[in-house]
């Protein structure tokens, strides 16, 4: 189970371990996934009804791959009242939030005549992947579908794989609250590229957002320049930076809640206080024994999660951006305080009652957050992910001829004297 360390040396070679935690094998993968790829791409149809039928359902039939609009609607009436509040409140709560991430076109004149700005514009349709397999991930569904919505998209097209034709109900609703257009029964690499490129029935789209094993991951990385992909996601992660005043239990029960994931999860405490550590060891072997996942739990608790005692917050601030973890709780006194000096987080959870879980549900922030580093140089996904951003440029024959000599100078730096050309002949 869970470790505590506090030495330097412990500390930097588990450091080391997380570095190795993502890096999969692609190579066994690649081939396979190439081939559903070129092959979906080339005979288009024909080829995903083949591996629709090979890995989702024996009876797959191209009529039958869409699931109609009035059947997403039954399946939110067929919830309970009170799932049909908790959906809708969701829906409305992460509305309320990514409206404010909403820009606007601007045009900025200038007295010399010139007009500069900048024109934002909506993708027109975005393809969504949605897991499905064991599981059923309805927030993945509106955490992806709406700022898509927000940001002005026509078209959502969704695509989630089946168990023998059937897709759960909860995500059918999901997909019906959050206002999704189509709907089709399909998963794997093969909707991917079906996505990508497009088929007689399946729409070809403009970027394809959502996560997958790692036959979607790679086969969005192979689309991509075809499409725009959100990113490689990589196993979920935490990590919780505690003082003497923070609830053990509160820290012991969201340290659980990420490591259940997967076994590749991992989840991290960096304390300067031996007593709350040994406190959050005890309640979580308290909180362990009532788990039903204990089997994932043992093994990412044992092998990419650490309690690790250092001198000081500060400290611990250091390693938290060295880490760049996806979900970065602060629970200390005066969380506010340490706001400037995180540089590396996906999201940031404030306060002994701001648990991550609250983030993957309903308070409104997305949760599709950058893993394994990447919030080194990437962001949560938000309503810029669906604009394109097109710049504006005026000028008058006056303001044009005010620096056009230095443009046509330049222009000759670079050994394009036809650049020049185009800025000479308006000089006459």
């Given at each position: 189970?869970?470790?505590?360390?506090?030495?330097?040396?412990?500390?930097?070679?588990?450091?080391e371990?997380?570095?190795?935690?993502?890096?999969?094998?692609?190579?066994?993968?690649?081939?396979?996934?190439?081939?559903?790829?070129?092959?979906?791409?080339?005979?288009?149809?024909?080829?995903?009804?083949?591996?629709?039928?090979?890995?989702?359902?024996?009876?797959?039939?191209?009529?039958?791959?869409?699931?109609?609009?009035n059947?997403?609607?039954?399946?939110?009436?067929?919830?309970?009242?009170?799932?049909?509040?908790?959906?809708t409140?969701?829906?409305?709560?992460?509305?309320?939030?990514?409206?404010?991430?909403?820009?606007?076109?601007?045009?900025?004149?200038?007295?010399?005549?010139?007009?500069?700005?900048?024109?934002?514009?909506?993708?027109?349709?975005?393809?969504?992947?949605?897991?499905?397999?064991?599981?059923?991930?309805?927030?993945?569904?509106?955490?992806?579908?709406i700022?898509?919505?927000?940001?002005?998209?026509?078209?959502?097209?969704?695509?989630?794989?089946?168990?023998?034709?059937?897709?759960?109900?909860?995500?059918?609703?999901?997909?019906y609250?959050?206002?999704?257009?189509?709907?089709?029964k399909?998963?794997?690499a093969?909707?991917?590229?079906?996505?990508?490129?497009?088929?007689?029935?399946?729409?070809?789209?403009?970027?394809?957002?959502?996560?997958?094993?790692?036959?979607?991951?790679?086969?969005?990385?192979?689309?991509?320049?075809?499409?725009?992909?959100?990113?490689?996601?990589?196993?979920?992660?935490?990590?919780?930076?505690?003082?003497?005043?923070?609830?053990?239990?509160?820290?012991?029960?969201?340290?659980?809640?990420?490591?259940?994931h997967?076994?590749?999860?991992?989840?991290?405490?960096?304390?300067?206080?031996?007593?709350l550590?040994?406190?959050?060891?005890?309640?979580l072997?308290?909180?362990?024994?009532?788990?039903?996942?204990?089997?994932?739990?043992?093994?990412s608790?044992?092998?990419?999660?650490?309690?690790?005692?250092?001198?000081?917050?500060?400290?611990?601030?250091?390693?938290?951006?060295e880490?760049?973890?996806?979900?970065?709780?602060?629970?200390?006194?005066?969380?506010?305080?340490?706001?400037?000096?995180?540089?590396?987080?996906?999201?940031?959870?404030?306060?002994?009652?701001?648990p991550?879980?609250?983030?993957?549900?309903?308070?409104?922030?997305?949760?599709?957050?950058?893993?394994?580093?990447?919030?080194?140089?990437s962001?949560?996904l938000?309503?810029?992910?669906?604009?394109?951003?097109?710049?504006?440029?005026?000028?008058?024959?006056?303001?044009l001829?005010?620096?056009?000599?230095?443009?046509?100078?330049?222009?000759?730096?670079?050994?394009f004297?036809?650049?020049?050309?185009?800025?000479?002949?308006?000089?006459?």
């Amino acid at each position: 189970m869970i470790e505590i360390i506090k030495e330097k040396a412990k500390i930097n070679k588990f450091l080391e371990t997380l570095e190795l935690r993502c890096q999969v094998d692609q190579d066994k993968y690649f081939e396979v996934v190439q081939k559903i790829v070129k092959d979906v791409r080339n005979r288009k149809d024909e080829a995903l009804l083949e591996y629709t039928k090979k890995f989702d359902f024996i009876d797959a039939d191209l009529t039958d791959i869409e699931i109609p609009q009035n059947i997403l609607e039954a399946a939110f009436n067929n919830l309970d009242k009170e799932m049909q509040e908790v959906l809708t409140l969701a829906r409305d709560r992460i509305i309320d939030f990514h409206v404010h991430q909403k820009q606007t076109t601007w045009l900025t004149e200038f007295e010399n005549g010139e007009s500069m700005g900048q024109k934002i514009t909506p993708l027109k349709r975005v393809g969504v992947y949605v897991p499905g397999g064991k599981a059923s991930y309805p927030s993945s569904v509106l955490m992806n579908v709406i700022p898509a919505k927000v940001a002005g998209v026509e078209e959502i097209i969704m695509v989630t794989p089946s168990q023998q034709g059937i897709v759960a109900e909860i995500v059918l609703a999901a997909a019906y609250v959050a206002g999704v257009t189509k709907v089709f029964k399909i998963g794997g690499a093969q909707a991917i590229a079906a996505l990508a490129y497009g088929t007689a029935v399946i729409p070809k789209v403009d970027k394809i957002v959502g996560p997958g094993n790692i036959y979607v991951a790679l086969a969005k990385r192979l689309v991509y320049g075809e499409v725009d992909i959100d990113s490689f996601a990589g196993p979920s992660e935490i990590l919780i930076i505690a003082d003497d005043e923070a609830n053990s239990e509160f820290v012991a029960a969201d340290l659980l809640g990420q490591a259940e994931h997967d076994v590749l999860a991992s989840s991290i405490l960096l304390t300067d206080s031996p007593k709350l550590a040994l406190n959050v060891l005890k309640s979580l072997n308290a909180i362990y024994i009532t788990a039903s996942r204990k089997d994932i739990l043992k093994e990412s608790l044992s092998k990419y999660s650490k309690i690790i005692i250092v001198e000081s917050i500060k400290e611990a601030i250091d390693i938290a951006n060295e880490i760049a973890p996806e979900h970065l709780e602060m629970a200390v006194a005066e969380p506010t305080k340490y706001l400037d000096e995180i540089k590396n987080a996906g999201a940031i959870f404030l306060g002994n009652y701001t648990p991550e879980a609250i983030g993957d549900y309903l308070a409104g922030p997305n949760h599709v957050l950058p893993t394994a580093k990447t919030a080194r140089f990437s962001s949560v996904l938000n309503v810029e992910d669906f604009v394109k951003k097109s710049s504006i440029l005026y000028f008058t024959k006056e303001s044009l001829n005010k620096i056009s000599d230095k443009a046509i100078k330049f222009a000759k730096i670079e050994g394009f004297d036809m650049h020049a050309k185009s800025l000479e002949v308006r000089k006459k």
